[in-house]
């Protein structure tokens, strides 16, 4: 039977999740909740994306706040808050807005899954597909966040190096494209209720006229997955770019055991080809960020940049599209907490 799912916010990753869960025959989106109250406006940004296309299949509003597709029928709500909703027929939330809930709301209500897709020391657990999926009870877990973009990109690979070499620090500067909460021409910084935001100033500059630097909570996401990985360990720096989606992050890391180029390079040859969930890729083509979207694996090593001095320091460049990547990852985690057995 489908697993029923009422999807909390359409934006950018709310749209990715909702058009991959349409192909997935484990799951069945019954509603949409959106603080936009546009019902119009909603089909429209489903049906037409400037990053990802148009959809073939597209959807119409019909009646009573129903909007429908020749195989798909959704009810939208226009609630503020989820506690406002009747749930009686859904079986998880997955919550795309960004809003930091109250974690105790969140508890109460009657579904058997909440899945954030944001990263939150208050939830049950945070999961990253290939770190920590084993750990996840679906007995005991509720709160479920599935991190950010950047740590379900950078963590696999961190682990999969500190597993064999034992990380001693280390360093990552994201190169992540512009997001909905930046301006587009110069102007205030942008007060939002889904993002840690407020009392940026660069986040008011202009997005397509520059390349913005501020602080990431990569590594802060990666320590609620993996307590090891943490601001004691690894430093942090992100550089925000004008481009649509697809970021990328430059990693340096000292190693306690001695390595080489060649074996770091095995090392992940080997991971991709032994890999339960689609994670890793290896690339060794000249390709520029656009050519990786779309793309479902997240951890994508370019390996021309792949390189080890004194036989310790380590660079590696990891690729991700931070939207359907991501978004995959969020239904590929849904798919593996599906076939988890109830105890
Ligand atoms: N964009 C990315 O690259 C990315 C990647 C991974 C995770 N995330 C996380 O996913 C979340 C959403 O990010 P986004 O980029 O899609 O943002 P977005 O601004 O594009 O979308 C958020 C959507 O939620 C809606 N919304 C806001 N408040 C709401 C409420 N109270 N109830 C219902 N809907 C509400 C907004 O109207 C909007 O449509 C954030 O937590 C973000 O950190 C984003």
């Known amino acids: 039977m489908k697993t029923k799912i009422l999807l909390n916010g359409v934006g950018r990753i709310g749209k990715a999740i909702l058009k991959i869960i349409l192909e997935n025959k484990n799951f069945e989106i019954i509603a949409i909740n959106e603080i936009n109250p546009y019902l119009e406006n909603i089909v429209y940004s489903i049906n037409h994306d400037s990053t990802y296309g148009n959809i073939s299949d597209k959807f119409k509003v019909i009646q009573n706040n129903f909007i429908e597709n020749s195989n798909n029928k959704i009810k939208v709500l226009n609630h503020k808050n989820l506690n406002e909703i009747d749930l009686s027929n ?67 690979a961190l682990k999969i190096i500190d597993d064999k070499y034992e990380i001693l620090c280390g360093d ?25 935001v407020e009392y940026n100033f660069e986040f008011g500059r202009s997005s397509t006229q520059n390349i913005i630097p501020n602080k990431t909570t990569t590594i802060s ?49 080997k991971y991709e080809k032994n890999q339960k969930f689609p994670i890793v890729l290896n690339n060794y083509e000249p390709l520029v960020s656009s050519d990786f979207k ?8 370019d390996h021309r940049y792949t390189d080890v001095k004194n036989n310790h320091m380590i660079k590696i ?26 105890g």
């Open 221 to 269: 996401a990666c320590s609620y997955v993996l307590g090891k990985i943490n601001h004691e360990l690894i430093s942090s720096s992100s550089l925000r770019v004008p481009t649509d989606t697809v970021g990328v992050i430059n990693v340096t890391l000292m190693t306690k055991k001695e390595c080489s180029k060649d074996e770091i390079i095995e090392l992940f040859e």
């Open 172 to 196: 990552i500067v994201t190169i992540h494209p512009l997001l909905n909460h930046q301006r587009v021409l110069d102007g205030n910084f942008v007060s939002s209720q889904t993002r840690d």
């Open 90 to 156: 859904i079986d998880i939330i997955i919550d795309a807005s960004g809003v930091k809930e109250d974690i105790n709301l969140l508890k109460n209500l009657p579904v058997k899954a909440i899945f954030l897709t944001h990263p939150s020391s208050l939830a049950d657990i945070n999961i990253i597909l290939g770190v920590n999926e084993q750990n996840l009870d679906v007995n005991i877990h509720k709160i479920i966040s599935t991190s950010s973009c950047n740590a379900t990109a950078l963590l696999p």
């Open 317 to 342: 460049i990891v690729w991700y599209d931070n939207e359907w990547g991501y978004a995959s990852k969020v239904v590929e985690i849904l798919d593996y907490y599906k076939s988890i057995k109830k």
């Open 294 to 301: 779309k793309e479902n694996k997240t951890t994508i090593i």
